[in-house]
């Protein structure tokens, strides 16, 4: 029987969560397989748009893939938002709001969202500040595409910066942005 691989990641900003380049309009893209030499096979378990960063799991084994993605598995991020989010927006944002996912309307699921009273301690990276802005931290139990970005959006408060802090109990524990370590399985509870 084959051992699976399994990895966990702090995607840095400006990378795309692939290995491979398919698309000729984005030549100089950077790639997953820059920052490690992960084993052939290796996929991301859920992906983050090149702008976001954070926690980032990698895996040979398809099923660990799935089980992860499941509604089961919190994943909780940061998000900067433009301007001093209000209790107003929050609990909106906490009961689900209707965004647009796949051509259709959706409303996302409740989650839980906090709004956090110091900024998180990031390396600087190159985004357009606006004005005042403030963070919450955002959990939620779904995965749609660009999903924490269409919700803040949604109540008037646009992510300027988002970071996936934590996917069920795996947390970045200190990994630096590019970092990688390799685990013997992917423990989520």
């Given at each position: 029987m084959k051992k699976h691989r399994h990895f966990i990641l702090n995607k840095p900003f400006g990378y795309l969560s692939q290995f491979v380049n398919n698309q000729n309009r984005r030549k100089n893209k950077k790639l997953l397989g820059e920052l490690y030499?992960?084993?052939?096979?290796?996929?991301?378990?859920?992906?983050?748009?090149e702008k976001s960063e954070g926690l980032l799991l990698l895996t040979t084994d398809g099923n660990e893939s799935e089980r992860v993605r499941s509604k089961e598995v919190e994943k909780e991020y940061y998000a900067e938002v433009d301007g001093e989010i209000t209790d107003e927006a929050i609990t909106k944002l906490s009961q689900g709001v209707e965004i647009g996912f796949e051509g259709k309307r959706y409303v996302s699921l409740?989650?839980?969202?906090?709004?956090?009273?110091?900024?998180?301690n990031l390396e600087e990276i190159p985004v357009q500040k606006h004005r005042t802005t403030s963070w919450i931290s955002i959990t939620i139990t779904e995965g749609k595409f660009r999903q924490v970005r269409k919700m803040t959006a949604a109540v008037g408060f646009p992510t300027v910066r988002l970071l996936r802090v934590r996917i069920g109990t795996i947390h970045l524990n200190g990994l630096k942005p590019g970092e990688v370590k390799e685990v013997d399985a992917i423990q989520l509870n």
């Amino acid at each position: 029987m084959k051992k699976h691989r399994h990895f966990i990641l702090n995607k840095p900003f400006g990378y795309l969560s692939q290995f491979v380049n398919n698309q000729n309009r984005r030549k100089n893209k950077k790639l997953l397989g820059e920052l490690y030499d992960f084993p052939e096979g290796v996929m991301a378990i859920g992906r983050l748009d090149e702008k976001s960063e954070g926690l980032l799991l990698l895996t040979t084994d398809g099923n660990e893939s799935e089980r992860v993605r499941s509604k089961e598995v919190e994943k909780e991020y940061y998000a900067e938002v433009d301007g001093e989010i209000t209790d107003e927006a929050i609990t909106k944002l906490s009961q689900g709001v209707e965004i647009g996912f796949e051509g259709k309307r959706y409303v996302s699921l409740p989650c839980r969202v906090v709004k956090l009273q110091n900024s998180p301690n990031l390396e600087e990276i190159p985004v357009q500040k606006h004005r005042t802005t403030s963070w919450i931290s955002i959990t939620i139990t779904e995965g749609k595409f660009r999903q924490v970005r269409k919700m803040t959006a949604a109540v008037g408060f646009p992510t300027v910066r988002l970071l996936r802090v934590r996917i069920g109990t795996i947390h970045l524990n200190g990994l630096k942005p590019g970092e990688v370590k390799e685990v013997d399985a992917i423990q989520l509870n």
